[in-house]
């Protein structure tokens, strides 16, 4: 029963995960905005949560909520299902979803204190706090309508942590924020993570989910195309090497000829391709047959970003569950675009 | 600038905040301070207490005598000021009143969703539940308070204009100036039966339709269009049971004896009205999926 496990988990006799949903859907009439979505976020996680434009990632975020409706299963927080439980099932949940939205014609510290009050507790003793803390205290006595798109990033910050949250939820935290901002949301959000906070974060700032999460579910298309730790993924990546020679064009040939030698592509720089270690000894044996000189090899690990576009750029992504296709490792856009079918 | 602390906090962020539901109470004072910080609510009272005080100059520079019109409390305006809030309310009542008790209970739950700020509160502390409830009870407060502030205006005005006199009501009985006042209290009070019927049914489009103007529009259309049945010839049999002929039921009151009998009627009647529209809004905002803003 949820509610056993919710009193197990806060007697701590068991460990109920902050997050867990299995076979997730939501169907909007014709279109499946999320096609049977597998998520386990455990305590203490930063979880990453992405995908593109219209891949389901808000939906989702909004179903964990209780915001809509799932079409089929449930999420639960800490073992409970808000759709079941009502705001009892936020206990310990605080976020938001796309840009945090507030009163235009209430100051930022009325908003808090409404939220405040809506929160009970000792909420409202703590809004000085968490002003200070994303250094809108000067500016709290005006009205949001004044606000920029980065002070209500900030505000919602403000907002969720007034709630002294056990798993936070946030949906392009930084969004709208210089790089100044950005780089110290980062430095919260680690910081919050530090203190135990378990954060699930969706963001389109690939290199801020690769600094800041430990494990992230892809989605593409309302499916879930990877989930589980960041460092797996990109192990199962592959080892990727960058390779320039005195003559790339015939390189690249030979390449592809070669065995074990996989997702061989030119590009500006030179050679990308894929291999095991062996293989790429037997590679620079066939260039050297060939009278090729080898410039530089360097190996690389791919990046998030370059798994990430290799999960949800391919045509049949829908077709693809877990485990993750093969995945080949071209290290630039400028590569993929290049990249040998 | 930086714009997160994110090194220099003084204090530790997790806590262990228990779950702790806020009372109802809490949940509607904050929706009327919503009310009370937005400039469209001022415009519906705006509207209220300024067509008695339109009414109440014109009348004072009128140097005709004979004000005409069969109501008795218009042959009275320039012999008693209680005469002009039993006038005001006969005005208002039919449109004006209606529409401004529109305005906000048709915006209450419609504007939040298109602004984003109901999944701003309902990722909070508070059931949805106690929200419908609170907002229902605000835009209730609200169509009361316009109807007492118009009626407030018309009695100072008109006393200041015509004097704190004794009225003659509908059954040709002179009642005192206190009993009349007391009268004109218990008429808006009384109006407020169907009035409240109507702001139910603006949370009711105001939540179905997610779209304030639709919803304002809607519930105004609404009263026009029982009111127009009510106009109908051949529809005679209909009228006792139509929101809009329950406009008038405080007449009964400014009678003597007292006629409690459309007050009971109009109660009944604006039940089977309000109540399942609001349990219908209820519902519908219990299941709703919150996917604006």
């Given at each position: 029963m949820l509610g056993t496990r919710a009193t197990e988990d806060a007697a701590g006799g068991g460990e109920v995960p902050p997050v867990r949903a299995r076979g997730l859907v939501k169907r909007y009439k014709e279109v499946l905005a999320v096609d049977h979505v597998d998520l386990n976020v455990q305590t203490g996680d930063v979880y990453g949560f992405l995908g593109p434009n219209g891949a389901g990632k808000t939906t989702t975020l909004r179903m964990a909520l209780g915001l809509i409706t799932p079409t089929e299963d449930i999420v639960e927080l800490f073992g409970r299902d808000?759709?079941?439980?009502?705001?009892?099932?936020?206990?310990?949940?605080?976020?938001?979803?796309?840009?945090?939205?507030?009163?235009?014609?209430?100051?930022?510290?009325?908003?808090?204190?409404?939220l405040a009050a809506l929160d009970g507790a000792d909420a409202k003793e703590r809004i000085d706090e968490v002003l200070e803390l994303v250094e809108l205290a000067p500016r709290a006595a005006h009205r949001v309508g004044g606000f920029?798109?980065?002070?209500?990033?900030?505000?919602?910050?403000?907002a969720a942590l007034l709630r002294r949250p056990r798993l936070l939820i946030l949906d392009e935290p930084a969004t709208g924020l210089d790089p100044a901002g950005m780089r110290d949301m980062r430095a919260l959000i680690r910081r919050l993570a530090d203190e135990g906070i378990t954060v699930l974060l969706s963001s389109?700032?690939?290199?801020?989910?690769?600094?800041?999460?430990?494990?992230?579910?892809?989605?593409?298309?309302?499916?879930?195309?990877?989930?589980?730790?960041?460092?797996?993924?990109?192990?199962?990546?592959?080892?990727?090497?960058?390779?320039?020679?005195?003559?790339?064009?015939?390189?690249?040939?030979?390449?592809?000829?070669?065995?074990?030698?996989?997702?061989?592509?030119?590009?500006?720089?030179?050679?990308?391709?894929?291999?095991?270690?062996?293989?790429?000894?037997?590679?620079?044996?066939?260039l050297g047959a060939a009278g090729i000189g080898v410039l530089a090899l360097t190996p690389e690990l791919a990046t998030l970003e370059d798994l990430f576009f290799r999960l949800t750029e391919n045509d049949g992504a829908g077709e693809a569950e877990q485990p993750p296709p093969a995945l080949a490792a071209p290290p630039t856009a400028d590569e993929r675009l290049v990249k040998a079918p | 600038m930086s714009s997160v602390s994110a090194s220099a906090a003084p204090a530790p962020i997790r806590g262990t905040a228990r779950f702790t539901r806020?009372?109802?109470?809490?949940?509607?004072?904050?929706?009327?301070?919503?009310?009370?910080?937005?400039?469209?609510?001022?415009?519906?009272?705006?509207?209220?207490?300024?067509?008695?005080?339109?009414?109440?100059?014109?009348?004072?520079?009128?140097?005709?005598?004979?004000?005409?019109?069969?109501?008795?409390?218009?042959?009275?305006?320039?012999?008693?000021?209680?005469?002009?809030?039993?006038?005001?309310?006969?005005?208002?009542?039919?449109?004006?009143?209606?529409?401004?008790?529109?305005?906000?209970?048709?915006?209450?739950?419609?504007?939040?969703?298109?602004?984003?700020?109901?999944?701003?509160?309902?990722?909070r502390s508070v059931d949805r539940g106690q929200l419908f409830a609170a907002k229902a009870l605000a835009a209730m407060t609200y169509a009361t308070i316009a109807v007492f502030a118009a009626a407030v205006v018309a009695t100072a005005a008109g006393v200041a204009a015509w004097g704190f006199n004794s009225v003659t009501t509908y059954s040709?009985?002179?009642?005192?100036?206190?009993?009349?006042?007391?009268?004109?209290?218990?008429?808006n009070a009384s109006y407020l039966i169907p009035l409240l019927a109507v702001a139910s049914l603006g949370v009711l489009l105001s939540t179905v339709t997610r779209n304030s103007?639709?919803?304002?529009?809607?519930?105004?259309?609404?009263?026009?269009?029982?009111?127009?049945?009510?106009?109908?010839?051949?529809?005679?049999?209909?009228?006792?049971?139509?929101?809009?002929?329950?406009?008038?039921?405080?007449?009964?009151?400014?009678?003597?004896?007292?006629?409690?009998?459309?007050?009971?009627?109009?109660?009944?009647?604006?039940?089977?009205?309000?109540?399942?529209?609001?349990?219908?809004?209820?519902?519908?905002?219990?299941?709703?999926?919150?996917?604006?803003?």
């Open positions: 808000p759709m079941r439980e009502g705001a009892h099932a936020l206990e310990g949940v605080a976020g938001f979803v796309e840009a945090p939205r507030f009163y235009p014609y209430l100051t930022g510290r009325k908003n808090l204190e409404l920029s798109h980065g002070m209500r990033q900030r505000l919602g910050i403000a389109h700032q690939l290199p801020e989910v690769q600094d800041l999460c430990d494990r992230v579910a892809i989605v593409d298309r309302g499916r879930v195309v990877y989930e589980g730790a960041l460092a797996d993924l990109r192990r199962q990546g592959g080892a990727g090497y960058r390779l320039r020679t005195t003559d790339d064009v015939r390189a690249l040939q030979i390449a592809r000829e070669q065995r074990g030698i996989d997702f061989a592509a030119a590009g500006e720089h030179g050679l990308a391709f894929q291999a095991e270690e062996a293989d790429v000894g037997g590679l620079s044996l066939a | 806020p009372a109802t109470l809490t949940v509607y004072r904050w929706e009327l301070r919503k009310l009370v910080s937005q400039k469209r609510t001022y415009l519906g009272l705006g509207l209220a207490m300024i067509l008695p005080l339109i009414f109440v100059v014109v009348q004072s520079l009128r140097t005709r005598q004979d004000r005409g019109g069969e109501n008795i409390f218009a042959s009275q305006i320039t012999h008693s000021g209680l005469a002009t809030p039993v006038l005001m309310l006969l005005f208002l009542s039919v449109f004006m009143l209606p529409l401004i008790a529109a305005l906000v209970a048709g915006d209450i739950v419609a504007a939040e969703d298109g602004n984003g700020t109901l999944k701003t509160i309902l990722t040709g009985t002179v009642v005192s100036a206190s009993e009349g006042l007391l009268l004109v209290f218990a008429s103007a639709a919803a304002v529009v809607g519930t105004v259309g609404i009263t026009i269009l029982l009111f127009i049945i009510g106009q109908i010839p051949g529809l005679e049999g209909i009228r006792p049971y139509l929101l809009t002929e329950q406009y008038e039921n405080w007449h009964g009151l400014l009678r003597t004896p007292t006629d409690w009998a459309p007050i009971a009627h109009s109660a009944w009647v604006c039940a089977l009205y309000g109540v399942p529209a609001l349990i219908a809004g209820y519902l519908v905002f219990l299941r709703r999926d919150v996917a604006g803003g």
